[in-house]
């Protein structure tokens, strides 16, 4: 299993702001996901991070939104920016592992975002 | 393109009692199927998978799976529920020539009384 660190864990912004998110992950891995799960609703795919290319982002979500860094294989941000309230989501760091078709998604605690 | 229905939005149960979450799925290709567990303020926990072979997948905490295939379900089960076991569930797919993406269904809020 991997075991995944995001930070901060919540945060209350003004609108206009950018929030950086941060996830580290305790082991190499291939890829790494980005999702959003809005108030009392499910999660939803902003976008894949491989490391050494850009981010693939689903439809519905746009790197200026929401640019994203993987410097490494342990490592990746998102950054929410110029917030309005919308924005105010739980965001989730996911990531997969090197056993291929057999592996499973593990997901971090989520960092509780408000947007006032 | 894929979809995932969870088809209770809320269930409420009482202890003991057995329960039954639903979850049905369209796709024009194989698929992988978790269910994932989602306690107060914390994160997603997988619950159990279904990749290939037995139809019927046990998972964590006493729960199992049945993959259906000629009706596209994935209906996770458990006989006697605890209290413990309030939470939110989601089920998700994946196509299985890629890894880790996957698509949730809208959750379905398990409530345990006593």
């Known amino acids: 299993s991997a075991v995944i660190s995001q930070k901060p864990s919540r945060d209350i912004c003004q609108r206009g702001t950018s929030l950086t998110i941060q996830c580290q992950v305790d082991?190499?891995?291939?890829?790494m996901f980005w999702y959003r799960q809005q108030p009392g609703q499910s999660l939803t795919l902003i976008a894949t991070?491989?490391?050494?290319?850009?981010?693939?982002?689903e439809s519905g979500f746009v790197i200026d939104k929401f640019p994203i860094s993987r410097p490494n294989l342990t490592f990746s941000t998102l950054t929410v920016s110029n917030m309005s309230p919308e924005d105010s989501s739980i965001y989730l760091c996911?990531?997969?592992?090197?056993?291929?078709?057999?592996?499973?998604?593990?997901f971090g605690q989520g960092t509780r975002l408000t947007v006032v | 393109a894929q979809s995932v229905t969870q088809l209770d939005s809320q269930v409420p149960v009482f202890e003991e009692a057995p329960v039954e979450l639903r979850c049905n799925y369209s796709?024009?290709?194989?698929?992988?199927l978790f269910w994932y567990v989602q306690y107060p303020n914390q994160g997603l926990q997988l619950l159990l998978k279904?990749?290939?072979?037995?139809?019927l997948v046990k998972g964590i905490n006493g729960f199992e799976a049945e993959f259906n295939k000629s009706q596209t379900s994935f209906h996770l089960r458990k006989p006697s529920v605890h209290i413990s076991d309030t939470a939110e569930y989601f089920c998700?797919?994946?196509?299985?020539?890629?890894?880790?993406?996957?698509?949730f269904g809208q959750g379905t809020e398990l409530s345990v009384k006593p």
């Open positions: 082991s190499q891995v291939t890829m």
């Open positions: 991070a491989n490391q050494g290319s850009e981010a693939t982002y």
């Open positions: 279904y990749l290939s072979g037995s139809t």
């Open positions: 796709s024009s290709v194989s698929v992988y």
């Open positions: 996911s990531v997969t592992g090197w056993g291929g078709v057999n592996t499973e998604a593990f």
């Open positions: 998700a797919v994946r196509k299985n020539n890629q890894g880790g993406k996957l698509i």
